[in-house]
């Protein structure tokens, strides 16, 4: 009987020591949320004016610091899963490793995919809602006026989505079993349901990282100096300096005169567009020899090697799919973490995954917002609405939530799936994940020969200066041919 009693109080402390470190770590990424969300919120949807819009937008608000929170707890899961796991390898007893354990990290997946699918189905359509709502006709002013008409449309969405579900599910599973399950909501629905959003966000995946991964030499050339090759700075300078001088001459003179209202905002865009490239200019004079020579190389170097090992990752899990069926992405049910090394090099190689985790998420995010279909989306400091910060939080949502699915399914990790993300259907189909890992892999290669070929010709250009040199006028041949007839005819 005691020790009944004596296990029931041990496992009642580890589950309140369990809850009480997901509390912390929730509110942790809550407060850095809220710090980057409003650092891009516009500040005058928040103002005392209208005192019921400004507090729908502080709701609305609250709403998508969860939303972002969940993003990023699952952006840190499976990175923070592959420490524990070498931790509890390399310091099995001890003492203060002891709330790192198999419950916790099976816990914080579960967390992570039920505040996921609270927030893909329930918060953010709320928000979205709310904020465009503005009560029923005949019907008194008021916050909870926009919440009884938010919750009607809501309701309707919902029984929209899950009518269409129902009978896309009856017309491609038309047996008795799926007949039955058609009236399961929780254990049918919602789960059938958070699998497609999953496969919609690793196919965005898909997409963006490859195109993402070319863009990450542009964007880190951009904040960082590039070293001289060819090219002097000093001449340069003087040269845009002359320039913008000309151009604030011109302006002044321009300024104090009759001219018209056009040609005095071309003049000033020109001066900003010169006075930006001067400042760049003076950046990089003012650079040290070694943040020139060897910052640039050594980030490029490194960018390059990162897309290199995971290109060569996948394709070594190509091979392995072709060969052993468990390289399948299909998680366990109950996996033992701190028996065994995820990695075949040990704890470098884990290290060596979940940098290539992080990379593959941030190539993610900026080939998202770097496309011309989602560059509208891309937030502006202090000059967000609360609707694009709602269509931001959703989409690094779909995209945060789908990383421990593409990690696993490109093979950059073996770590398996833990709770409800490794039981999609269409992790066991074997074409479909290997089709999957060679359109990356295809994909990967043309941006990177793409790119590399685009911008080699342009830096040898700019290098021997041979951008600079006037373009060729080539006249038609129509205008060729209609020269002398029009001379004729004005003649």
């Not at 995209?399 to 799936?417: E, K, M, Q, Y």
Request: hydrophobic share 50%; aromatic share 14%.
């Amino acid at each position: 009987m005691e020790d009944d009693v004596m296990i029931r109080a041990k496992l009642f402390h580890n589950r309140v020591r369990e809850c009480i470190i997901c509390a912390l770590l929730f509110t942790a990424l809550y407060i850095l949320s809220y710090l980057v969300i409003a650092r891009f919120k516009k500040n005058a949807d928040f103002a005392a004016d209208n005192n019921e819009d400004a507090t729908v937008n502080r709701i609305t608000l609250w709403m998508c610091t969860f939303t972002l929170a969940v993003s990023a707890g699952a952006v840190f899961l499976l990175p923070f899963s592959i420490i524990s796991n070498e931790i509890l390898l390399s310091f099995p007893e001890n003492y203060y490793m002891q709330w790192l354990n198999g419950s916790l990290i099976h816990g914080l997946w579960n967390l992570v995919f039920l505040f996921s699918n609270i927030s893909l189905v329930f918060l953010m359509p709320f928000a979205y809602f709310f904020t465009e709502s503005e009560g029923f006709a005949g019907s008194k002013k008021g916050i909870m006026a926009r919440v009884y008409e938010t919750f009607v449309v809501l309701f309707l969405l919902t029984l929209l989505v899950l009518g269409i579900v129902w009978v896309a599910s009856a017309i491609i599973n038309n047996d008795a079993a799926s007949w039955e399950s058609l009236y399961d909501l929780w254990d049918y629905y919602l789960p059938y349901l958070y699998s497609c959003i999953s496969l919609f966000g690793v196919l965005l995946l898909l997409l963006c990282t490859p195109f993402g991964l070319s863009r990450m030499f542009t964007v880190t050339g951009q904040l960082l100096v590039k070293p001289r090759l060819l090219e002097d700075l000093d001449e340069q300078l003087n040269c845009t300096r002359f320039e913008e001088a000309a151009v604030v001459h011109k302006l002044n003179g321009k300024m104090s005169s009759c001219w018209v209202f056009f040609s005095v905002e071309s003049l000033k865009n020109q001066f900003l567009s010169i006075h930006a490239r001067r400042l760049k200019l003076e950046i990089r004079r003012r650079a040290s020899p070694w943040q020139r020579n060897l910052g640039y190389p050594l980030a490029m170097l490194l960018l390059l090697a990162l897309t290199g090992i995971s290109i060569l990752l996948v394709g070594f899990h190509v091979l392995e799919l072709l060969i052993d069926e468990t390289a399948m992405p299909k998680g366990m049910q109950n996996p033992l973490l701190g028996k065994d090394s995820l990695s075949m090099f040990g704890s470098l190689g884990a290290a060596v995954e979940v940098i290539l985790i992080f990379y593959l998420m941030v190539s993610s995010v900026v080939g998202f917002y770097s496309s011309p279909f989602f560059i509208k989306l891309a937030p502006r400091k202090q000059d967000t609405t609360m609707t694009k910060i709602i269509g931001n939080c959703v989409s690094l949502l779909v995209l945060s939530s789908a990383l421990p699915v593409f990690s696993r399914t490109l093979g950059i990790t073996n770590f398996d799936l833990l709770g409800n993300f490794g039981s999609f259907n269409w992790l066991g189909n074997f074409y479909i994940i290997f089709l999957y890992n060679m359109l990356f892999a295809g994909l990967t290669a043309m941006c990177l020969v793409k790119k590399f070929t685009r911008s080699m010709q342009a830096e040898l250009l700019h290098a021997f200066g041979l951008d600079r040199l006037p373009l060729p006028v080539t006249r038609p041949r129509t205008s060729a041919k209609m020269g002398p007839v029009n001379s004729k005819r004005l003649v």
